[in-house]
């Protein structure tokens, strides 16, 4: 059974750092896509970042200042989050690819893994 861990989230104040975690537990590596989703109250949950074969997508909201990563060898996925702002303040949940979806990348639809997410708020 594949499961979705995330982590490293926290408070931190307006132009700081965070970086988050998803460790792959119950399945090796793949190639198909994974991706850093975020949700606050209520609001859509909306994509962030997603990475496929190793080429990593961004929403625009959030490029330049976040980068998605893979590290295969521990199976964990990272989004490294820079320059936060009080509206990147959310829950932020990982996500898995494990069956054929032709969703677009950034779209919630495309991924049938949820992790429980890790909270990440911003302070002005």
């Known amino acids: 059974q594949v499961q979705l861990v995330e982590s490293g989230g926290g408070s931190v104040q307006a132009g700081g750092s965070l970086r988050l975690s998803c460790a792959v537990s119950?399945?090796?590596?793949?190639?198909?896509?994974m991706g850093w989703f975020r949700q606050a109250p209520g609001k859509e949950r909306e994509g962030v970042a997603a990475?496929?074969?190793?080429?990593?997508l961004y929403a625009d909201s959030v490029k330049g200042r976040f980068t998605i990563s893979q590290d295969t060898s521990k199976n964990t996925l990272y989004l490294q989050m820079n320059s936060l702002k009080p509206e990147d303040t959310a829950m932020y949940y990982c996500?898995?690819?494990?069956?054929?979806?032709?969703?677009?990348?950034?779209?919630?639809?495309?991924?049938?893994?949820w992790g429980r997410g890790t909270q990440v708020t911003v302070s002005s």
């Open positions: 119950g399945s090796t590596y793949s190639s198909a896509y």
């Open positions: 996500a898995r690819q494990t069956i054929f979806s032709s969703a677009y990348v950034l779209s919630r639809n495309r991924y049938n893994l």
């Open positions: 990475i496929g074969g190793g080429y990593p």
